[in-house]
Each structure stands twice: as C-alpha cells, then as structure tokens.
C-alpha cells in the first residue's frame, strides 16, 4: 500500500504562520531560530524550520516545544491565531 501523504490541517497552518511572525518580530533569522533549538538539544536545519513555517511540513510535537522554548513562548501561543508580539 503507498504511504498517504498527511495534509496539514488549520492548527497546524496557524501555528507555521505564528512562529514566522513571532520569529521575525524578535529580528531572529531562521538560521539563529534553528541554532536556539538545537541548542537546547533538539537538532533541526534551515531547511526543516522553512519547511515548518511555509506549511510544507508538519510541526510535530517535539518541534511545537522545542520552537515554543526557543521563542521564550508558551506552546499554547504557537498555536492561537498569530500576533507579533
């Protein structure tokens, strides 16, 4: 049977459109978000996190946490409508 590809789903879009703006609101590039992620023991490329915010890949929960720690936010936060704040 072939692999089914799994959409993303409107939380999962809210949440790539909420780290990009809480991103860049605190004038990180993707390529320092990244480092505060790995360095906080949860290894991820550029290419994974550009993946994540233009919702071409899914945020697992590993990542929601690991982004949510390295942004200073709540997990909850990615996960509302987003805001730059």
């Known amino acids: 049977m072939p692999a089914r590809s799994l959409e993303i789903g409107t939380a999962g879009i809210r949440a790539a459109r909420t780290i990009e703006i809480l991103r860049t609101a605190r004038g ?3 390529r ?3 480092g505060r992620v790995t360095a906080l023991g949860h290894p991820m490329s550029n290419t994974m996190l550009s993946r994540i ?3 071409q890949r899914r945020c697992d929960v590993d990542d929601l946490i690991a982004i949510a720690e390295a942004l200073l936010v709540s997990t909850l936060v990615l996960l509302q409508e987003p805001t730059a704040t």
């Open 28 to 30: 990180l590039s993707q």
């Open 32 to 34: 320092q978000l990244v």
């Open 53 to 55: 915010e233009r919702a």
